[in-house]
Nanobody, 115 residues
Framework: QVQLVESGGGLVQPGGSLRLSCAAS????????MGWYRQAPGKQRELVAR???????NYGDSVRGRFTISRDNVKNTMYLQMNSLKPEDTAVYYC?????????WGQGTQVTVSS
């Protein structure tokens, strides 16, 4: 079973940047989809960005043009570069990976955008 651990969250001012990392306990080459989701208090979990096998990338409408997702199969790590952060980006960010064997989630990392 793949374990995913997020890091890189924290408090940042509006307009600032953060880079989240998602480290996997084993090779991520078997994960045909990897993505980032977020959940704000009182709201449903939503897609932030995901990479599908073959290189297709999807972004949520609210982050397109500001966030960039990437994955490094050598380091078994996925990243989310977040620029021009807004207060409405405040949420717990979760890493997700999907393989033939299952659907895996990290424990989440808090991102707070506030002055």
């Amino acid at each position: 079973q793949v374990q995913l651990v997020e890091s890189g969250g924290g408090l940042v001012q509006p307009g600032g940047s953060l880079r989240l990392s998602c480290a996997a306990s084993e090779s991520i080459s078997s994960l045909y989809t990897m993505g980032w989701y977020r959940q704000a208090p009182g709201k449903q979990r939503e897609l932030v960005a995901r990479i599908i096998s073959g290189g297709l990338i999807n972004y949520g409408d609210s982050v397109r043009g500001r966030f960039t997702i990437s994955r490094d199969n050598v380091k078994n790590t996925m990243y989310l570069q977040m620029n021009s952060l807004k207060p409405e980006d405040t949420a717990v960010y979760y890493c997700n990976g999907v393989s033939r064997k299952g659907d895996y989630w990290g424990q989440g990392t808090q991102v707070t955008v506030s002055s």
